[in-house]
T-cell receptor
C-alpha cells in the first residue's frame, strides 16, 4: 500500500461548482498535512496546511482532516477555470524532516 | 521579496557529464530539500539538510551529491553515475520540523 494515495483523475467539475479532492494515508503517526497546487510545467505552490482534526478554511479553500479515518480532503468552492491544475497531498510526521507526497489529482474546471 | 530561486530553468547535458543545479533561499529557513519529479510519479526526496554543514540522504540519493556551506545555498550535483538523470528537479525549504515547505521554480534537466 502506498503511503499517500490520491485518485489521479481527471476530476472534472463545472465552473462555480465545489471540487472535492481526497487523500488517504497509511502512517498513523503523521502529524502535518499539506495541499499543494501544481500547474503543468511549474513547481508546487502551497495552498494550505492542517495539523489538527476538523476543518480549516482559507478563502475558497477548505481543508478537512480526520486522523481516525486517515484521510485529508480539500474543497474548492466556486471553482474557476484557473483552478485547473494537479493537486498534491503531502504529509510529515512529528520529529522528522521528511515529507511524503501523493502523485496528485488532476482537476479540470469546465467553463 | 522572500523566496527560493533555482537556476538554470532549463539545462541540457551530454551523458557522462556532471552538472550542478543551484538553489538559493532568502527565507531564513534552516531546512532545505532536493526532490526529483518524473511524469506520473510523486516527488521523490534526493537529499535534505537540517542545518549548515549537515545533510542526509533521501530515498534516491545514488548518483547525486550536495553541499551546505551556507544557510542560504544548497546546490545539487547530478553525477555521471546517475542512471536516468532527465527529470524536473525541485528545491524546497522549511522553517522546521514538519512545517510548511516552499518550493523554488524548478530546473528541468535533459541528458542525451
Amino acid at each position: 500500500q502506498k503511503e499517500v494515495e490520491q485518485n489521479s483523475g481527471p476530476l472534472s467539475v463545472p465552473e462555480g461548482a465545489i471540487a472535492s479532492l481526497n487523500c488517504t494515508y497509511s502512517d498513523r503517526v503523521s502529524q502535518s498535512f499539506f495541499w499543494y497546487r501544481q500547474y503543468s510545467g511549474k513547481s508546487p505552490e502551497l495552498i494550505m496546511s492542517i495539523y489538527s482534526n476538523g476543518d480549516k478554511e482559507d478563502g475558497r479553500f477548505t481543508a478537512q482532516l480526520n486522523k481516525a479515518s486517515q484521510y485529508v480532503s480539500l474543497l474548492i468552492r466556486d471553482s474557476q477555470p484557473s483552478d485547473s491544475a494537479t493537486y498534491l497531498c503531502a504529509l510529515s510526521s512529528s520529529g522528522t524532516y521528511k515529507y511524503i507526497f501523493g502523485t496528485g489529482t488532476r482537476l479540470k474546471v469546465l467553463a | 521579496d522572500g523566496g527560493i530561486t533555482q537556476s538554470p530553468k532549463y539545462l541540457f547535458r551530454k551523458e557522462g557529464q556532471n552538472v550542478t543545479l543551484s538553489c538559493e533561499q532568502n527565507l531564513n529557513h534552516d531546512a532545505m530539500y532536493w526532490y526529483r519529479q518524473d511524469p506520473g510519479q510523486g516527488l521523490r526526496l534526493i537529499y535534505y539538510s537540517q542545518i549548515v554543514n549537515d545533510f542526509q540522504k533521501g530515498d534516491i540519493a545514488e548518483g547525486y551529491s550536495v553541499s551546505r556551506e551556507k544557510k542560504e545555498s544548497f546546490p545539487l550535483t547530478v553525477t555521471s553515475a546517475q542512471k536516468n538523470p532527465t527529470a524536473f528537479y525541485l528545491c524546497a525549504s522549511s522553517q522546521g520540523l514538519a512545517r510548511e515547505q516552499y518550493f523554488g521554480p524548478g530546473t528541468r534537466l535533459t541528458v542525451t
